[in-house]
């Protein structure tokens, strides 16, 4: 009894020690790693072209979502860009002409001012009373010729007849040329004092707008004075001054040939840009920079563009007509080069490698790679691989298979 006693335990011990290996047994018998109906099942799939064989099987279920562009013809806009400096069509300091005191200020600082208009007016009372003083000498003179015109003309009578000297005859035609010599010299003096008379009233050479004043009301001013009473700016229209490499010389000048448009762009402003045209190419290139000199013109209407002012100018020098076109985002740097994914007609994808002529805003202009009429995919790339399917998302509405898209309107 004491021996049976001691071998319960361990009978207990061993029973539970077959229990453990009995159920690791079944646990490995049940899996299918090593199961050889999966090994089977995995083999049949293989062998039918399942996703292992395509490699769409990576995590990914079902069609890619992508967003596709038609790639179509195009005239591309041959565009050159620099920065720019604004600069006035014409700037004119006003000066005096003749020595005076300013009575008198027409306009404010900053006006926008007409050619011809009044800008100051100087003490003019001096050069009135001189000009009613010539104009009364030359009545004087006016009214002594008069009469020695008729002492002329008695005497001239009077002389054939032997009443007169032929010297008296001689001294009254000598008086009459001197009287109409004062006459003319008077009528000179007076148009000299009109002249002051006007120089004393200051107006605007040019329409444009005005600066600060150098002279104020009261001030005494004089013709040698340096400093100008006020400048003028010439803003509507207006110039913009950039520099292009010589190397792009001949287009510029085909442009300039042309009439060449441009866009005046300021940087930070909500406004559209500011149509200009080619006016000037100047006739050097800078031996330092390399550089030409270019100006275009722009009517400023708004005054959008200011004097001093830094812009980006944007010159098309030339447009060639029917190229290919696609969205910008349809293109994509990639280790053989430009590429962009295009959409076969079995809904799957195929990179090609594209020729880029030029981009031109959101659009990407393409040499060769692409035929029109054929679509790219213009976002959803980084998802893609070789043959994989995708649908067309359209950012309106529900995404829809490319298949079913061209089907859907050919019914329409």
């Not at 004062?182 to 002249?195: D, N």
């Amino acid at each position: 009894m004491l021996l049976m006693g001691r071998l319960a335990p361990l009978a207990s011990v061993a029973l539970s020690a077959v229990a453990v290996v009995a159920a690791a047994a079944y646990f490995f018998w049940q899996t299918p790693h090593d199961s050889p109906k999966a090994a089977d099942t995995k083999t049949a799939a293989d062998s039918k072209g399942g996703p292992a064989r395509k490699g769409e099987g990576k995590g990914r279920s079902g069609p890619a979502p992508v967003v596709a562009g038609s790639v179509a013809e195009a005239d591309m806009p041959v565009i050159l860009t620099a920065p720019g400096t604004v600069e006035p069509l014409a700037h004119v300091a006003v000066r005096t002409r003749v020595d005076g005191q300013i009575v008198e200020v027409a306009f404010n600082e900053g006006d926008l001012v007409e050619e011809g208009s009044v800008l100051f007016r100087l003490d003019d009372r001096i050069v009135r009373a001189q000009i009613a003083q010539a104009e009364a000498n030359i009545a004087k003179d006016q009214a002594a010729l008069r009469d020695a015109e008729a002492t002329l003309t008695r005497r001239e009578a009077l002389v054939g007849r032997q009443i007169v000297t032929e010297a008296s005859v001689d001294q009254a035609r000598f008086a009459v040329e001197g009287l109409r010599a004062s006459i003319a010299a008077g009528r000179a003096l007076l148009e000299t004092q009109k002249t002051q008379l006007d120089y004393l009233t200051i107006r605007a050479p040019i329409t444009g707008r005005t600066g600060g004043l150098s002279a104020k009301l009261g001030t005494q001013v004089r013709a040698q004075d340096a400093a100008a009473l006020v400048t003028i700016n010439q803003t509507r229209p207006i110039l913009v001054t950039f520099s292009l490499p010589q190397r792009e010389l001949p287009a510029i000048r085909r442009a300039l040939a042309a009439k060449a448009k441009a866009e005046v762009v300021v940087p930070g402003s909500q406004r559209m840009p500011v149509p200009a045209t080619i006016a000037f190419i100047d006739n050097q290139v800078d031996k330092q920079t390399g550089a030409i000199a270019v100006k275009v013109l722009a009517e400023n209407p708004d005054e959008v563009l200011w004097p001093g002012q830094a812009v980006e100018v944007a010159l098309t020098v030339e447009v060639k007509k029917r190229m290919l076109s696609a969205p910008a985002s349809a293109v994509m740097p990639a280790q053989q080069g430009m590429i962009t994914w295009v959409i076969g007609p079995d809904n799957k994808v195929t990179p090609r490698v594209v020729t880029v002529e030029r981009i031109v805003g959101q659009t990407v202009f393409i040499s060769s790679g692409v035929a029109a009429g054929e679509r790219v995919v213009t976002d959803g790339q980084l998802r893609l691989a070789p043959g994989t399917t995708v649908i067309i998302e359209d950012r309106r509405g529900p995404a829809a298979p490319v298949g079913e898209e061209r089907r859907a309107r050919s019914r329409s």
